[in-house]
């Protein structure tokens, strides 16, 4: 079956520049969380949605940062400005409930500033 | 806070030998536990979880990990080691303020030799 997809897989941006990375999670999952990964580190979180809304935005870096899930499917994180520290894997996934512990990963998105 | 502890970056076994991966946790209350695997270019999957039911637990391709209260660890082991277990390994911890939030390590980079 279709698993997590992201789009773009690889974006490179000029530093000013604004980016928008797409999430698809798995159809019928309720929970969508984003992470950030860089260079030789493990994942970190950003972000989690039930459904349309937004319940945890703790870990977003800055305001450049902002996410949205506006029909409780599809999820997009855009970056305002972006900045050379935003280079990272920008990781989605999904689990099928809220208490749902087994999260599905997307093969992420690499993000490059320049 | 909780944390979570991966004793070396990088582990090299030969194919056949044991493999072992160490993750050490801090939280305050009973921790839900994780090991993912991530194979290049490819999104996390998840090898198995700890919820509170068995401290052995077995999950896929013949790895195992136990969770030890007393030594707070949950580390990471397989018999025999196979070429193509070589990935990047994660061990991830519950947070203590959000259920939904997972705290990652930093990851062991697992090496096969022929």
């Known amino acids: 079956g279709a698993g997590v997809s992201q789009s773009p897989r690889y974006k490179v941006a000029k530093r000013g520049q604004d980016v928008a990375l797409r999430c698809d999670p798995i159809s019928g999952h309720v929970s969508l969380f984003w992470y950030q990964q860089a260079l030789g580190q493990g994942p970190e979180f950003l972000t989690y949605f039930q459904n349309e809304a937004q319940l945890d935005k703790s870990g977003l870096p800055s305001d450049r940062f902002f996410a949205e899930r506006p029909e409780g499917s599809v999820s997009t994180l855009k970056i305002q400005r972006t900045q050379q520290e935003d280079s990272a894997v920008y990781l989605c996934?999904?689990?099928?409930?809220?208490?749902?512990?087994?999260?599905?990963f997307g093969p992420g998105t690499r993000l490059t500033v320049t | 806070a909780q944390s979570v502890t991966q004793l070396g970056s990088h582990v090299s076994v030969s194919e056949g030998a044991l493999v072992l991966l160490r993750c050490n946790y801090s939280?305050?209350?009973?921790?839900?536990l994780f090991w993912y695997v991530q194979y290049p270019n490819q999104g996390l999957q998840l090898l198995l979880k700890?919820?509170?039911?068995?401290?052995l637990v077995k999950g896929i391709n013949g790895f195992e990990a136990e969770f030890k209260k007393s030594e707070t660890s949950f580390h990471l082991t397989k018999p025999s080691a196979h070429m193509s277990d070589a990935a990047e390994y994660f061990c991830?911890?519950?947070?203590?303020?959000?259920?939904?939030?997972?705290?990652f390590g930093s990851g062991t980079r697992l090496s096969i030799r022929p």
């Open positions: 991830a911890v519950t947070s203590d303020s959000s259920a939904s939030k997972i705290i």
């Open positions: 700890y919820t509170s039911a068995a401290t």
């Open positions: 939280s305050s209350v009973p921790p839900y």
């Open positions: 996934a999904s689990s099928l409930t809220w208490s749902s512990y087994e999260q599905y």
